[in-house]
């Protein structure tokens, strides 16, 4: 099983500023990370797959990068709709896919 | 559009049967495509359930195969999940989701509370 450990568990950040999450794997998963943004009481939505590509109707504010073993989500400047607790996803490893444990992103 | 929306009861009992389904509107599952399960204990973290395809091939996290039955039903386009010998630990919100390796489409959520 492949782990998935994202860190920091908590950051807090200002609104308008840059925040950086940080995801990385026991082994490589080349470039097969989504990453997710879950609200209270809401499903996952799809932000970013393929470690960099953003989903539909995702701003551009939402980046993504990396590769192998470490992959990062940046906000470049951060709107109060986007304080949520973030989750990357692998799905390299077919048919068991895993989550990071999550990082919520709060307001400072 | 694809939508997903799950449906089963909200209280099992211990030792019990857990049973889900999941009804897709805006896509044929028989066009094809991977739907998938994934639960969420709450204010923990996503757990992988497992798959299933058109056909009926499943994959199964193996930490809850010897529990767990997913099955599809292409001419209601709904796919179910059974997990068998609940305890407390199961109980959690679980959401089925249209797998393409991400997952860009889930259904909102379903919480199953195991309680005697």
């Known amino acids: 099983e492949i782990v998935m450990t994202q860190s920091p568990a908590t950051l807090s950040v200002s609104p308008g500023e840059r925040a950086t999450l940080s995801c990385r794997a026991s082994?490589?998963?080349?470039?097969?990370l989504a990453w997710y943004q879950q609200k209270p009481g809401q499903a996952p939505r799809l932000l970013i797959y393929?470690?960099?590509t953003r989903a539909t109707n995702i701003p551009p504010r939402f980046s993504g990068r990396g590769s192998g073993t470490e992959f990062t989500l940046t906000i470049s400047s951060l709107q109060s709709e986007d304080f949520a607790v973030y989750f990357c996803?692998?799905?390299?490893?077919?048919?068991?896919?895993?989550f990071g444990q999550g990082t919520k992103l709060e307001i400072k | 559009q694809v939508q997903l929306q799950e449906s089963g009861p909200g209280l099992v009992k211990p030792s019990e049967t857990l049973s889900l389904t999941c009804s897709v509107s805006?896509?044929?599952?028989?066009?094809?495509?991977?739907w998938g399960w994934i639960r969420q204990p709450p204010g923990k973290g996503l757990e992988w359930i497992g798959n299933?395809?058109?056909?009926?091939?499943?994959y199964y996290n193996p930490s809850l195969k010897s529990r767990l039955t997913i099955s599809v039903d292409t001419s209601k386009n709904q796919f179910s999940l059974k997990l068998t010998s609940v305890t407390a630990a199961d109980t959690a919100v679980y959401y089925c989701?249209?797998?393409?390796?991400?997952?860009?489409?889930w259904g909102q959520g379903t919480l199953v509370t195991v309680t005697s």
């Open positions: 989701a249209k797998v393409t390796g991400e997952l860009g489409s």
């Open positions: 805006g896509y044929s599952i028989s066009n094809g495509y991977y």
């Open positions: 299933i395809y058109y056909t009926g091939s499943t």
């Open positions: 082994q490589s998963i080349n470039s097969d």
């Open positions: 393929g470690a960099s």
């Open positions: 996803q692998q799905y390299h490893h077919w048919p068991l896919y895993t």
